[in-house]
């Protein structure tokens, strides 16, 4: 079996979590991680060199990249740059900003004659194509996306911002009435707060202002201030002993009505108990089709949305259509 070379970049949470995958997958293989911080990685890694993450790791054959960074300042520097020298997949997750992304990313990849998945995980990525796939089987139907219950990190960072607070974990909580609606059928409108909750364990400094603390959270913009959020000071002890985990999950439905009258709802549920390990599961998938496409001469930027399924799986077009189909 032909194996694929794979490089991280990053080894935080998901880079740890590729790693893992990597061992899972047998027709791949982690030759060389890219870091800040080598010196402390070498001690954790087991044959794998690490380098910094500005070298060239000269002599290792790498096949794809994979970065393991976060949206917010890593991977909008680190995609163009190590697109111009690799197959590179990636998780950017900052919706908004996809298009010019992509757009950056495609450019860069047919210059140099790359592949780049961009914006792999479960949303973008997973949820992205069930949405696609609700409207399509399901013409002028309304599509619905629920987080949660599960840590968002990017609110999490947020509520670490305010001054006084050490630690905090925010969980974005879909709300149950909501769900059940779009689930009997009846398709309408609703605000984000109608939609959503947020929790926010909270550990603060001693002495600090915690009524402070609590209302520039819940009236924070863009994060907290469109939803009713609830903030819980804990101790330090009961934030590594109860919320060291990072869940999450969620559900996307599509409800419409097809013939003469007649209700049709799709859903998808994932659970995941480890986010970063599940987005490492699926980068590494799409690191094996970006792989594949590149063998093929195919050159340019990608989304799961442009991925054929069978280009994810380490099965046989022959095995997929036996058991699988």
């Known amino acids: 079996m032909e194996k694929i070379n794979i490089a991280l970049v990053g080894y935080g949470n998901v880079g740890r979590g590729v790693e893992e995958a990597i061992k899972i997958n047998v027709d791949t293989e982690l030759v060389a991680v890219l870091t800040r911080r080598p010196e402390q990685v070498r001690k954790e890694l ?45 998780s950017f997750d900052t919706h908004a900003d996809i298009p010019s992304y992509f757009q950056k990313m495609d450019s860069i990849a047919k210059e140099q004659g790359h592949v780049h998945v961009i914006s792999a995980g479960w949303d973008p990525g997973i949820f992205s194509l069930m949405r696609v796939l609700g ?111 990072l869940p999450h999950g969620g559900f996307v439905l599509a409800s419409g009505v097809t013939g003469e009258g007649n209700k049709q709802i799709l859903e998808y549920r994932c659970q995941l108990e480890s986010n970063p390990e599940f987005t490492a599961n699926v980068l590494v998938a799409c690191a094996r089709a970006a792989f594949r496409l590149s063998k093929e001469g195919r050159k340019g930027a990608f989304t799961m949305l442009d991925i054929p399924p069978r280009y994810l799986s380490p099965h046989s077009e022959e095995t997929l259509r036996k058991s699988f189909m």
């Open 46 to 90: 087991n044959d794998v060199p690490a380098f910094h993450i500005e070298e060239d790791p000269e002599d290792i054959q790498i096949d794809v990249a994979i970065l393991c960074g976060g949206s917010k300042e890593d991977i909008p520097v680190q995609g163009p740059k190590f697109a111009r020298r690799f197959n590179t997949v990636d």
């Open 135 to 245: 409207e399509a089987f399901i013409p002028r139907s309304k599509q619905y996306t629920f987080w949660g219950r599960g840590v968002s990190q990017g609110h999490s960072d947020a509520a670490r911002k305010v001054e006084g607070v050490l630690d905090a974990r925010a969980y974005t909580i879909p709300i149950e009435q909501a769900i059940q609606r779009v689930r009997t059928g009846e398709a309408q409108e609703f605000t984000k707060r109608e939609m959503h909750k947020r929790l926010v364990y909270v550990v603060a400094e001693e002495g600090a202002d915690t009524e402070r603390i609590r209302r520039e959270i819940v009236t924070m913009p863009h994060y907290y201030g469109e939803y009713d959020t609830e903030v819980l000071f804990i101790s330090k002890e009961a934030m590594l002993e109860e919320h060291s985990k």
